[in-house]
């Protein structure tokens, strides 16, 4: 079974301020997108930039067999939101964007404005096969493009950059805080009997603090000593599954020429012991084939075929 993560880059119906100008162009963008679904063959995908929950049924309706598509009903400004794409059945364990009860809301912006909640929704589902279920959560953390007053992409100096460098950062720590929150409950205090996939675009990398602050308990990482060496933690923590991508792989999105993985899967301990595997893209397409992107007006892609993002996934066997 494959289960992934893939961002589908402003995936909506023509016209309007981001969706492709013209049919033509939404269904070159469709049939790109298809064509990678079907050749990955996922169980589970989760999906992140869903524009027009119209748009996600037209790309199910282009795919052999029947699909089902779940969404969160948390979007943000631009319209865009979470959910899955599944050919499996599943149903809603939680759609929620409020921050939790202790962390206070976030500067975001020089006016002082603040924010306690995440900017797109955190929609998890349990997911049911004939061996076993499994609960997977989907999210989609603050981007690192940074927007500036009166709908800027370039600042004034460097001190507006340094500051929305930093409330840019808030509020993604802030969403993951939301994500760990909502993955506790799910692992129902242990993750060895209980199996829950995080999947969805950090917008960082298996490094920064805000990717870490999913993990749990430090230490059994994956490559590490204590991988195979059981211990208290085990309940609580997840694995990224991203040194298991063969190296040639290990990214998601090129950004100005660098590759990088901002897109990622992490497993509690149960189903890290099914874990047979894991990679990007899918077969047949090479993720160096990625168009290198750089910050900016994101509707200046409205009308690029496919996504600006490979999928990332691992495969598992009960």
């Known amino acids: 079974m494959i289960v992934g993560t893939w961002n589908l880059e402003n995936l909506y119906r023509p016209g309007g301020a981001f969706g492709p100008k013209d049919k033509a162009a939404y269904e070159a963008k469709l049939g790109s997108l298809a064509a990678t679904v079907t050749a990955l063959r996922p169980s589970v995908l989760a999906v992140q930039e869903v524009g027009d929950p119209a748009a996600l049924t037209d790309l199910a309706g282009m795919l052999e067999g029947t699909w ?44 002082g ?36 007053p009166g709908g800027r992409f370039q600042p004034r100096d460097e001190g507006e950059r340094a500051r929305a460098g930093a409330y840019a950062l808030y509020r993604r720590t802030a969403e993951a805080t939301v994500v760990r929150a909502v993955a506790d409950r799910l692992l129902k205090g242990d993750g060895r009997e209980h199996h829950v996939a995080v999947l969805g675009d950090l917008n960082d990398e298996v490094g920064a603090a805000t990717t870490q602050i999913l993990l749990g308990p430090p230490g059994s990482e994956i490559g590490t000593p204590g991988f195979d060496r059981p211990d208290k933690g085990d309940a609580a923590r997840l694995w ?21 993985l901002i897109d990622h899967v992490l497993v509690s301990r149960g189903l890290m012991d099914q874990v047979r595997g894991a990679g990007t893209g899918a077969p047949g397409t090479s993720t160096a084939a990625l168009p290198s992107v750089a910050d900016g007006d994101p509707a200046a892609r409205r009308d690029a075929a496919g996504s600006d993002h490979a999928p990332v996934w691992m495969r598992i066997q009960p």
Do not use: M, W
């Open 113 to 148: 404005r603040t924010t306690g909640r995440a900017g797109r929704g955190i929609l998890a589902v349990t997911v049911t096969t004939r061996a076993f279920f499994f609960d997977a959560v989907v999210c989609h953390l603050k981007s690192k493009l940074l927007t500036y």
């Open 68 to 111: 089902h598509v779940t969404l969160s009903e948390h979007a943000d400004d631009r319209g865009i939101r979470v959910g899955f794409l599944t050919s499996l059945p599943v149903f809603v364990q939680a759609d929620e964007a409020a921050f939790p009860e202790e962390l206070r809301p976030v500067q975001a912006d020089d006016a």
């Open 240 to 260: 990224n599954v991203a040194p298991l991508i063969p190296p040639e792989q290990r990214f998601s999105r090129i950004h100005a020429g660098r590759r990088e």
